[in-house]
């Protein structure tokens, strides 16, 4: 009953945000209709040929389609999970430090690269890896070859993954410290009186809190599924690691740059949100039916 | 208030490791920003050559002097001053005030799927520059502040994590306000909000970096470089010259002497970074150190 | 009385937001529509006038054309003037009665995108100037003034002489469906020499002589790796640069030097010498010249990390490399190297090819187009103001001449150069007379006595010049003053620059094939036979539909 009268008040809190939202998203999206298009921009969009589904076609038909989905699927895979795990585990870590000032900085120095451009970090890598870089002087200090790593198909991929998280996981782990700020610390207080360890706090407090949090992100990950970090491979990559490191938005990047093909960036995109769609669908279907948890 | 807790000697070692650890990772975050400042105060021949390592070469402030020294530089920094004060309060408005119903069972607000589940799908979807482009401009908002700010006023995925912290929010308090006859937005503005201080830190920080980021809205809704904010106009101090297409034009062969100039780049971000080191400690306390939830404990 | 309160607020927080928007909007559409009855009433007085309207310059009543410009992005204008109205604005307008609006500017890369999203959004400005994709989308798309009559009957003696000097490549590209549908500039062709620049300060150290042939620059290349030409008692040259993104593109640093000189023209579509189309990354010279590029990288004479590296031209700076391959332009850039190492003494060398000719592959007579939005009341103006552009730069009137060109020169509004082609060793002749007193610096162009002062400068600095001058005339004199004689020179055209269907669909595939293959064969990484297997599937993927397409096209 008494929801009732509360449910005016909601809608009227929700009203700005739609009427924004309406605005700025929802009717920019006739935009999607250059997915159908052979779209010219001299044409625009209301006078462009339409093509039906040839643009979504057209990626699966290339020869070395296969090969570009695979190096996508893989390396937007591996980046998710690296990016919810890592910066989880140095979250808990950095809430396990007692020095204050010490904690802060730490906290603070590991965020700034995020605000690095891929432009210049990935100027920084390629240093750090020349033939006579550190890295190589490390490889050579145990004995193995040096290696031109970014020309190697073999250690490519985990250079992206791996840089990726260097560049990210201090943003990353913020939620979860905000997480773990709203917690309450008798829940702490008490599991130290119980003489736990900190490992034992870490598993039976500090993890089962943060578990709204790790869910939503990874279920909002998991739409990224297509979304390998173009500016990244753009800046790192070269015809020598297009075998493991040409992903679908590089690769309509550069068929964008012949013929601007906005229909077969626009189908792409509308792929991938559609792909999302499902997924982040599903996932909070199967954990509503089955865990009684709304994602959302 | 201080924590109890069991002290051995195993802990402290694991103690140090984990302080030692912590050093660790830090540096190695540390250091591209070091060798970026490093580059940024050093000769533009230096760092043309890649001879900066550790230390600036010929250190000398000529990058940040070409910087700070154009007038257009101060105008472009308040315009991102204004753009973040303002877009980040439409941001933090609209935030709070979705996540609030949102936050709701389905009993208790009988449309809250339907609105979550358009939150979703306009976060995933999007109909693309071109015709965002024609919409702003059928508003007349071009050379506008509200270009820069309305078409990202409603965060969907900051919505998205203060409405889970706000279920967090124990149920009872919500009763007893109830009881207590507060109506929903004393409930709000009394109740949550005061509870979920580092959630709302962690959305403000958000929205604020957003902003401060953003390059490419100020670049194409802009059409004079006088209205351009901070990072559009840094952005573009940054030459590129397609090399194929030169054609003997004496500006564009101007520009190749311009192009290379990575000190200019470096300082660039160093600039741009700062404002948010400033005012990150002012956000970071509420998530870092966590809140007392007073009337939790009970 | 709280609720009340703020719902009271978001009320007006809503209609100030909608106000705000609305008004925003009748500010702009009220701008536009005073343009337009302006120009509508200018068109009818024009009507009457345009009889006796024969001055190649001047519009007989002011008209008022909006347009967009590219600006560097550290221009400074004199104290009270803008990008919009400055002392070259009001000439022009005292000169030519155009009056030009300024709708947007922004600089080199902005320009591009948002030219784009003009152009996507029908958001144009009276005229613009765009690039021959560009140019043919706005033509498809309807969106461009037939210029036809407007260059019959306006364009100056100045800019047909200039165009005629293409054999009428150069409208013929701006022509479709028989009409005229944008000024075309003429690209000066001095870039797509492929010249070597070498360090002679350390060939004279080492006793070694300028380069005459490829094998010259091997020896050379092996002489500064093996012989410390920088004394530092390190063995820390490489050899040549390389480009990580490309092996043929000439980008600079690429080896596309060594495909010129088997007379290979990759990348570009061309007529061999029997007269067939032929796409120059697929014929047998190419592969002879893959062939010296992975000899060169196995003999250690190629910078071994070409591939991975970022920017070769740190290896130049930093005086580790001493011989690479650039345009002539390059010196512009230099300034750091010197800056560096003051003796450093770069020269350029063009090498002749296997057949005895220096081999170049010309581009598009064409790449940049002046085009009129369709509607717009008065095209002549804008071909006047190109006469007029061509007049102020290459012929200045005494008036013209007031204005200082330096200063003003960047901010021209529509800027397009009309040229001879060969328009950079004009310019070098010039400068290199007015510096052997053959003729004085006032009978040079503005643009030419500017790099004459700057080198009078140069030479006055006891070196150690301001970088800023050295350069420009540098670039000119030693640059352009490698590109031989045109007898010694074997010029490729290219048959075909813009896009078929096909090409659209299979482009990238195909490029992607050619980069892969190129690098891996470049490194030792495949064998070379496998060029031919790359030939075999470019031609099955796409490569054979696109040369009958072209073919077509060209017959047409």
Redesign the interface.
Known sequence: MRYRSLQKHYHIMLFPGIILLFIFSIVPMFGTLIAFQDFKIGLGIWRSPWVGLENFSYMFELPDSRRIFTNTIFLATAKIVANLTIPLIFAIMLNELRKQKFKRAVQTIVYLPHFLSWVILSSVISDLLLLNGPVNHLFEAFGFEPVMFLASNKWFPYIVVFSDVWKEFGFNAIIYLAALAGVNPSLFEAAGMDGATRLQQIWHVTLPSLRPTIVLLATLAIGNVLNAGFDQILNMYSPLVYESGDVIDTYVYRAGILDGQYGLATAVGLLKSVIAFVLIMTSYQLANRFANYRIF | MKLVRSRTIGSSVSTAALYAAMACIALLSLAPIWYTTAISFSDKAAAAAGSVTFWPQDFNLVSYATILGDPTFLGAFWISVKRVLLGGAINFVITVLMAYPLSKENREFRFRSAYMWLLVFTMLFSGGTIPLYIVVKELGLFNSIWSLVLPSAVPVFNIMLLLNFFRSIPKELNEAAEIDGAGPWYMLLKVYLPLSLPALATVTLFSVVNHWNAFFDGMIYMRSVDNYPLQTYIQQLVVQVNMQDISGDPNKLDLIAKMSNKTLNAAKIVISMLPILAIYPFLQKYFIHGIMLGSVKE | M??RK??ML?LL??SL?LS??????????GGIQGNQEKSDTQANQNNTAAAADTDPYKMPEPVDTSFVL?????LKLPEGDT?ENNLFTRYISEQTNINFK?????????YD??S??S?????LPDAMVVDE??F????????LEDLTEVYKKYASDEVRKYYDSTDGRALEQATIDGKLMALP?I??Q??TYVLTWVRKDWLDKLGLSEPKTLEDVEKITEAFIKNDPDGNGQADTVGLTGN???IT????HDFRAIFNYYNAHPGTWYKDASGKLVYGSTTPEAKQALIKANELYEKGLVD??F?????P???V???KAGIFFQ?W?VP??L???I??DPKADWKAYAIPGANGKVNVTY?ATS??FLVVKKGYKHPEALMKFLNFQTRFGKSPTEDDLKIDHTQY??IMPL?L?IDYTD??TQKHDMLMKALNSEITPEQLTP?MKGHYERWQRVLQSNGKPD??DW??PY?YIYGIGAIPKAEDQNIVYPAYTA?TPT???K???L??LE??M???IV?G?KPIDTFDQFVADWKA?GGDDITKEIEAELQR
């Open positions: 709280n609720k703020i719902f978001l927080a809503c937001f705000a928007c609305s008004g925003g909007n009748k500010a702009e559409n590219r600006v560097n992005p550290d990008v300024l709708l947007w500017y922004a600089s080199n890369t902005d995108q948002k784009k999203l152009i996507a959004s029908n958001d994709k560009q043919r989308a706005m033509a498809e798309g309807g969106q500039n690209v000066p001095a870039d990580n993104s490309t593109q000439w980008y600079g071994k990390e591939a991975v590296r970022k920017d031209s740190e290896l700076n930093s005086g345009a332009w512009f850039g300034t750091d190297s800056k560096n581009v790449n940049a020169v960047s800027s150069n328009t950079a643009e970088p800023a350069g420009a670039s896009t090409m659209d669909k482009w990238s595939n490029q992607k980069d892969e190129f690098f891996q490194l990484e993927q």
